[in-house]
Nanobody
Framework: QVQLVESGGGLVQAGGSLRLSCAAS????????MGWHRQAPGKQREFVAR???????DAANSVKGRFTISRDTAKNTVYLQMNSLKPDDTAVYYC?????????WGQGAQVTVSS
């Protein structure tokens, strides 16, 4: 089992920056992938970025060049640095992790970007 706790959400003006953190606890040594998804009001949850246990990163085209995923292995924490934020980035951001075929989710962090 893995528990995920997000932090760092909030309200920011367009063009601003925020950094989300996701702290993992439990069977963290067995995690193969950690990442972020987001869900805007009235829309489906969508992939944002992920990082594998080997350090390979991937991100959605909509955030490439603006968002960066990173990790601190010693702290079992994954970060999402979000720059040049746009109102369309407004959503609840969810941290997720894979242990084998089991998918875990955090409770979500609200990010609101005002125009």
């Amino acid at each position: 089992q893995v528990q995920l706790v997000e932090s760092g959400g909030g309200l920011v003006q367009a063009g601003g920056s925020l950094r989300l953190s996701c702290a993992a606890s439990g069977s963290t040594s067995s995690i193969t992938i950690m990442g972020w998804h987001r869900q805007a009001p009235g829309k489906q949850r969508e992939f944002v970025a992920r990082i594998t246990s080997g350090g390979i990163k991937d991100a959605a085209n909509s955030v490439k060049g603006r968002f960066t995923i990173s990790r601190d292995t010693a702290k079992n924490t994954v970060y999402l640095q979000m720059n040049s934020l746009k109102p369309d980035d407004t959503a609840v951001y969810y941290c997720d992790a894979w242990l084998g075929s089991t998918h875990f989710w955090g409770q979500g962090a609200q990010v609101t970007v005002s125009s």
